[in-house]
């Protein structure tokens, strides 16, 4: 069974800052990787996807790898802004029914 | 990025009725849709994957009969919370891919979500 865990599971830090969030899952046979935003109280936006053939994706000033072997995928944001805070949620494609399995998310807070 | 758009985006209903959730892609088909279920400060549990014209395929430990799944179009899914109670109570969001001009293997997305309150 998938498991995907999100490291740190909440983020504080000032404007400006370059930051890295951790996605890592338990097995390494995905189809694809994709980081979401979710806003509070909102559905899920659509950051960047990776497929398990790719080792990186960029959008902006984010900045996505995955490292499929070892099980683990970051997410780079860039000169983070105030409204960059949300959660930040991984999510690995796996199996013949192509299910979605969720890590545990990323609180981040960008303070002025 | 394909728009997915979910109704209502809240509802208060009392313990014992039932409340229809619904789930359109509005600029592609979606012959598979998901729904999802989110606890507070939880991440999203899959609770079933809805399919065109046959029965929806439900997880491990959800109740088909009180968590109707309709997929009568090519462009819209429905959740129906049947004989609601206060457990109920979350944050439900549904996805969909679009499979026919992205491939299976397609990104995902998602609604913005329906807040259930049973009271």
């Known amino acids: 069974k998938q498991e995907v865990t999100q490291i740190p599971a909440a983020l504080s830090v000032p404007e400006g800052e370059n930051l890295v969030l951790n996605c890592s899952f338990t097995?390494?046979?995905?189809?694809?990787l994709q980081w979401f935003r979710q806003d509070p109280g909102k559905g899920l936006t659509s950051l960047l996807l990776?497929?398990?053939?790719?080792r990186e994706q960029t959008s902006g000033r984010l900045n996505a790898s995955l490292d499929k072997s070892s099980g683990r995928s970051t997410l780079y944001i860039a000169a983070s802004q105030p409204g960059d805070s949300a959660t930040y949620l991984c999510?690995?494609?796996?199996?013949?029914?192509?299910?979605?399995?969720f890590g545990t998310g990323t609180r981040l807070q960008v303070t002025l | 990025g394909a728009v997915v758009s979910q109704h209502p985006s809240w509802v208060i209903c009392k313990s014992g009725t039932s409340v229809k959730i619904e789930c359109r892609s509005l600029?592609?088909?979606?012959?598979?849709m998901f729904w999802y279920r989110q606890f507070p400060k939880q991440s999203l549990m899959l609770m079933a994957t809805?399919?065109?014209?046959?029965?929806?395929?439900?997880e491990q430990g959800v109740e088909k009969d009180k968590f109707l799944i309709n997929h009568a179009s090519l462009t819209l899914s429905t959740l129906t919370v049947t004989s609601a109670h206060p457990e109920d109570s979350s944050f439900y969001i549904c996805?969909?891919?679009?499979?026919?001009?992205?491939?299976?293997?397609?990104?995902?997305?998602f609604g913005q979500g329906t807040r259930l309150t049973v009271v």
């Open positions: 996805s969909a891919r679009d499979v026919v001009n992205g491939g299976w293997y397609t990104e995902a997305f």
């Open positions: 999510a690995v494609r796996t199996g013949t029914a192509s299910k979605l399995t």
């Open positions: 097995d390494s046979a995905i189809y694809n």
């Open positions: 600029d592609f088909q979606a012959t598979t």
């Open positions: 809805s399919n065109e014209g046959s029965k929806a395929t439900y």
């Open positions: 990776i497929q398990s053939s790719q």
